[in-house]
């Protein structure tokens, strides 16, 4: 049974940083690209970030570069997003998702094969 477990998320005033961590299991996390997500209230889920399995492809959202970077340990089978900088409209429900496709990840994301749970990130200002 694969399951993706995000952690990491809370509450921190603008300016301040977080670090997510997915934790994945029942899947070979090294054939598989990550991606973050988040979902606002309201809102639609909207890509934040992305890697490949190898971490050699990464590819940002434009509201999140420069300020957030995305990573991977396979011999943890963990993807992270360190987020610094952070901005009120960074407060979101944050979703971590794996798919063999790093492609789908960018373009088609609702098909990706597994998604986490969610963790909560509020940005107060």
């Known amino acids: 049974q694969v399951q993706l477990v995000e952690s990491g998320g809370g509450l921190v005033q603008a300016g301040g940083s977080l670090r997510l961590s997915c934790a994945a299991s029942?899947?070979?996390?090294?054939?598989?690209?990550m991606g973050w997500f988040r979902q606002a209230p309201g809102k639609e889920r909207e890509f934040v970030a992305c890697?490949?399995?190898?971490?050699?492809?990464?590819y940002y959202a434009d509201s999140v570069k420069g300020r957030f970077t995305i990573s991977r340990d396979n011999g943890k089978n963990t993807a992270y997003l360190q987020m610094n900088s952070l901005k009120p409209e960074d407060t979101a429900v944050y979703y971590c998702a794996a798919d063999p496709q790093y492609q789908l990840l960018v373009t088609t994301p609702t098909n990706a094969r597994h998604w986490g749970q969610g963790t909560q990130v509020t940005v107060s200002s």
């Open positions: 890697i490949s399995w190898s971490a050699g492809r990464i």
């Open positions: 029942g899947l070979s996390f090294s054939a598989y690209a």
